[in-house]
T-cell receptor, first 112, second 115 residues
Framework: QKEVEQDPGPLSVPEGAIVSLNCTYS??????FMWYRQYSRKGPELLMY????GNKEDGRFTAQVDKSSKYISLFIRDSQPSDSATYLC????????????FGTGTRLTIIP | GAVVSQHPSWVICKSGTSVKIECRSL??????MFWYRQFPKQSLMLMAT?????????EQGVEKDKFLINHASLTLSTLTVTSAHPEDSSFYIC???????????FGPGTRLTVT
């Protein structure tokens, strides 16, 4: 079993819809959670960074962490064609130079 | 956010030659930098972690004599692929963690093709 599980998709939704992307994990030591967006042939771009359980909102993006269920989500409201990309969840146990553990990524397409 | 650059963005080299890839943090100092490789439609695979002024820590299965990493300053790390072979063709991405912060910021990546 992988430490972080993420549905690879592909996921296609119509423009304007709410998108829900999810990851589950098995290591209860993870406390810091990140979501990255990666366009084709580009490096990942940090979208959201959260610590422990709770919600964090930034514009059209909301990150949600439920540590009791070992489940994290990224919601995208009013989705746009420019949101079409691969979304990677990542996490680490502590504050420091520890490496990130990544999900496999979900490929998302927003249909105009 | 934080800005990270990589050079070159794309390189083609002949089998047996060496290629150097630079990673720079443009607006912050980074004690730690990470090097990843990514094959098509796959996730990122960490190759090594480098700390300024010390030897890099390589992940299991990554040949340290083939992938030379130098982190000589707080804003620059280099990855040299020595005696490159076609199977080394991949997308190489660096990331940096600003000093005192916990999140990682990625460079735009370098596409290496070995013929």
């Amino acid at each position: 079993q992988k430490e972080v599980e993420q549905d690879p998709g592909p996921l296609s939704v119509p423009e304007g819809a709410i998108v829900s992307l999810n990851c589950t994990y098995s290591n209860s030591a993870f406390q810091y959670f990140m979501w990255y967006r990666q366009y084709s042939r580009k490096g990942p771009e940090l979208l959201m960074y959260t610590y422990s359980s709770g919600n964090k909102e930034d514009g059209r993006f909301t990150a949600q962490v439920d540590k009791s269920s070992k489940y994290i989500s990224l919601f995208i409201r009013d989705s746009q064609p420019s949101d079409s990309a691969t979304y990677l969840c990542a996490m680490k146990p502590g504050f420091g130079n520890e490496k990130l553990t990544f999900g496999t990524g979900t490929r998302l397409t927003i249909i105009p | 956010g934080a800005v990270v650059s990589q050079h070159p963005s794309w390189v083609i080299c002949k089998s047996g030659t060496s290629v150097k890839i630079e990673c720079r943090s443009l607006d912050f100092q980074a004690t730690t930098m990470f090097w990843y490789r990514q094959f098509p439609k796959q996730s990122l695979m960490l190759m090594a972690t480098s700390n300024e002024g010390s030897k890099a820590t390589y992940e299991q299965g990554v040949e340290k004599d083939k992938f030379l990493i130098n982190h000589a300053s707080l804003t620059l790390s280099t990855l040299t692929v020595t005696s490159a072979h076609p199977e080394d063709s991949s997308f190489y991405i660096c990331s940096t963690q600003p000093s005192g912060r916990n999140e990682q910021y990625f460079g735009p990546g370098t596409r290496l093709t070995v013929t």
